[in-house]
């Protein structure tokens, strides 16, 4: 599984020059051309419901319908927001760990770390998800205080984990991509291995870390319906009890298309952002 | 054979570690098929995810504008919204606006199946990232070699076929690679439609025999080997294809 990296990750194009070519040109779009798009499918999308609709008055109580639901769904959709914040949180903290495991020169913890990270990869998130909803205790007792542990906060560390192997990967991909000179020319300076790290090294990371970490942000984000599928109420859960409540098969594809557009909304900024930063880096090519 | 199965047996009367799937033959025939119906689903999703990709690629060098704005735009939504919401909207959104056809038994069903819609959903989302991957693979083959074919007679067409894709592949494998192992662990979303796969069996298993923990463990062990093993072949595939001297 070693530098399996080139063939799975998602944020580790560092690792391999052939790819780093391909993200290049991806980079570049016409941003217009794909908000006219996207407009245009949104366009059909409203004819479309238009054409169901029938009758004026039909999509008006449509619409009365959407509106009434619509502070409930957005709830729902903040609270999505919210565990992907906090997987994020825990995914990025224990990540850099495993990460800094994986170029550790102490060849027992680096193996062991890239064992971890390749397994948290390969496996599916929903699987990771199941795992954690049924194994973990539903309250735990640390030093004497017992937490409850209720299935949101479950979910939230499955989905945490395969976010903590791709930031360790991330991490790794950019401490090999410093160029050994770095390394060379600090222990001329006489730093040790630990300045030169901390003082060198990761400075230099930072910055080629941040989009592909960003890329793992929008990635994560959109997982996040995953957990209705395990029982924690979220946007999706609220939005199928909506539907179940109203009954009609007309508005599937309205409501559906308002909670995809609110994660449009909140994730296609932050590629576009991503590219932005990627070009600005010059990181990729 | 035999004496694998009888261990397993051993194993749950003696210490009460359930491995049902592997001494029961029920639940061994059940488990198999979900294995079957996640491979199928992959490699199904896979071929037509691929091809969604090439089309798309090809597509967005088209000199019709409204054809690139199209594809840009199918790109960016399906790039940009959770699968899952995709699967939803696909099955029950559009599902529900076929006709239901009245199936041999005179039943009302819906025209296409659970497994038809968790395959077209799958694929139109991998699709949209691969369409990026192929482009991007096409761009990076120099100028200058596809002016070298045209030199030596090639018609656009056959300096496609035989000198610009072999390249754009070669460019491209990490990058799809990459993507189409995602799309192994995304075929998972199908338990969301009640597509009997390997998930969905599974937790089927483990509410009958209730043997969650040794399920659940046994389950992650399957995806990580069948990932694993896809990794491989692909790393096998990306060598084999390797051009010595041309910096793939």
Redesign the interface.
């Known amino acids: ?1 070693k530098n ?1 990296s ?5 944020g580790q194009s560092k690792s ?4 780093q ?6 980079a570049r ?2 941003p217009g ?2 908000i ?6 949104l366009l059909a999308a409203g004819a479309a419901l238009a054409a ?1 609709g029938g009758a004026s008055e039909e999509l008006i109580s449509i619409l009365a319908i959407m509106w009434k639901w619509m502070p409930l769904m957005f709830e729902g959709f903040l609270f999505n927001i919210l565990v992907s914040v906090l997987a994020m949180a825990i995914g990025t903290a224990s990540g850099a760990v495993l990460g800094l495991a994986q170029v550790s020169p102490f060849w027992p913890l680096h193996r062991l770390a890239s064992l971890v990270t390749q ?1 948290f990869r ?7 998800l ?2 954690c909803i ?2 973990l205790p539903f309250e735990a007792t640390i030093i004497g205080v017992t937490v409850p542990l209720p299935g949101w906060i479950k979910a939230t560390i499955g989905l945490s984990l395969p976010v903590m192997a791709n930031v360790s990967e991330i991490v790794r991909g950019a401490v090999q991509s410093v160029p050994a000179g770095q390394w060379e020319s600090a222990e001329a300076l006489a730093f040790s291995r630990r300045q030169t790290m901390w003082m060198i090294i990761l400075p230099q990371c930072l910055k080629r870390m941040l989009p592909p970490w960003m890329n793992l942000y ?1 990635i994560l ?6 957990i ?2 395990v029982g924690v109420e979220d946007a ?1 859960t609220v939005t199928r009890q909506a ?1 179940a409540a109203e009954g009609r ?1 007309e508005l ?2 309205p409501m ?2 308002l ?2 557009g609110w ?2 909304l909140y ?2 900024p932050i ?1 576009r952002w991503t590219q932005a930063l990627e070009r600005r880096f010059n990181v990729t090519i | 054979m035999d004496a694998i199965y009888d261990w397993f047996r051993l194993l749950n009367d003696e210490y009460g570690i359930n491995f049902a799937v592997f001494y029961d033959p029920f639940y061994r025939g059940r488990f198999f098929n979900g294995l079957l119906m996640t491979v199928w689903l992959s490699a199904v999703c896979i071929v037509l995810s691929i091809a969604i990709g090439l089309v798309g690629a090809w597509l967005q060098g088209s000199r019709l504008r409204l054809l690139r704005v199209v594809i840009q735009g199918y790109i960016q939504l399906f790039r940009n919204t959770p699968p899952l919401i995709q699967l939803y909207f696909f099955f029950f959104g559009l599902g529900s606006l076929l006709p239901p056809v009245t199936n041999e038994y005179g039943a009302q069903v819906p025209p296409i199946g659970n497994v038809t819609w968790a395959i077209i959903s799958l694929s139109f989302f991998a699709g949209a990232f691969n369409v990026e991957i192929f482009r991007a693979g096409i761009e990076a083959v120099p100028r200058a070699t596809v002016e070298a074919a045209e030199a030596l007679g090639y018609s656009r067409f056959k300096a496609y076929i035989h000198v610009v894709f072999p390249l754009a592949l070669r460019f491209s494998l990490p990058a799809l690679g990459n993507n189409l192992v995602n799309l192994v662990k995304f075929t998972t979303l199908a338990y969301a439609i009640a597509v009997p796969e390997l998930l969905y069996v599974s937790a089927q298993i483990w509410s009958d025999a209730l043997n969650v923990r040794e399920m659940m463990n046994l389950l992650l062990v399957i995806y990580v080997a069948i990932i694993g093993l896809l990794v491989l072949v692909l790393r096998r595939w990306e060598h084999a294809l390797r051009m010595p001297g041309y910096g793939l």
């Open positions: 599984m399996g080139t063939v799975t990750g998602i391999n020059p052939s790819h070519r391909i993200v290049g040109p991806a779009f016409s051309a794909a006219t798009g996207v407009g245009a499918a169901l397994f390969n496996a599916p998130w929903l699987v990771l199941f795992y049924f194994l929008a984000t959109m997982a996040t319906p995953l209705s599928i999706m539907l098969t599937l594809i559906y298309s909670l995809l994660f449009f994730c296609y590629a």
